[in-house]
T-cell receptor, first 113, second 115 residues
């Protein structure tokens, strides 16, 4: 079973609106990462939040982490058509688990111009 | 740096044929991961290497799948014989353990279709 599960599976918004997606996971993590995948392309790393951090910003991206609820959220503010992509969370359980990332099923985001 | 380079980008083959996918990692990255992506199963980790040594191959679906990393500049994923259910996009991703966090750089993927 997947460590991370994204919600919703799909999201459709108008340009300029904010997009929020959530990720839940099952076991304690070392860090959690978000990646974007444009159609037909490989995944691109967006942001990493460590287990001792609660919030992180990068440009129009805001990520929160609640380790007590084992959940994270990714907020894209003032969305643009170019933000149309699938977004994946990935959990890193640390060196003890072999430094490997486990990906969730992704959220497909459509930003309509 | 040209990033993680995968070849071929697209492969169409017939059931029973051997398929070899190739990956050139980013220079200096000491971790290499092979993932498979399908609509049904999402992104699955197949195998990963650290310093050219296979560390965990528990995600390799069957004995038909094998992976090698003969040196720090090259890795292959082989399927022999291929079956229609192997149709998927296969990604190679690499990272540097020195960074302290396992941030992956993905290749563009190899889309495999087995008829």
């Amino acid at each position: 079973s997947q460590q991370g599960e994204e919600d919703p599976q799909a999201l459709s918004i108008q340009e300029g609106e904010n997009a929020t997606m959530n990720c839940s996971y099952k076991t304690s993590i070392n860090n959690l990462q978000w990646y974007r995948q444009n159609s037909g392309r490989g995944l691109v790393h967006l942001i990493l939040i460590r287990s001792n951090e609660r919030e992180k910003h990068s440009g129009r991206l805001r990520v929160t982490l609640d380790t007590s609820k084992k959940s994270s959220s990714l907020l894209i503010t003032a969305s643009r058509a170019a933000d149309t992509a699938s977004y994946f969370c990935a959990t890193d359980l640390g060196k003890a688990a072999g430094n490997k990332l486990t990906f969730g099923g992704g959220t497909r985001v459509l930003v309509k111009p | 740096d040209a990033g993680v380079i995968q070849s071929p980008r697209h492969e169409v083959t017939e059931m029973g044929q051997e398929v070899t996918l190739r990956c050139k990692p980013i220079s200096g990255h000491d971790y290499l991961f092979w993932y498979r992506q399908t609509m049904m199963r999402g992104l699955e980790l197949l195998i990963y290497f650290n310093n050219n040594v296979p560390i965990d191959d528990s995600g390799m679906p069957e004995d038909r799948f094998s992976a090698k990393m003969p040196n720090a500049s090259f890795s292959t994923l082989k399927i022999q014989p291929s079956e229609p259910r192997d149709s998927a996009v296969y990604f190679c991703a690499t990272s540097s353990g020195a960074s302290g966090a396992n941030v992956l750089t993905f290749g563009a993927g190899s889309r495999l279709t087995v008829l």
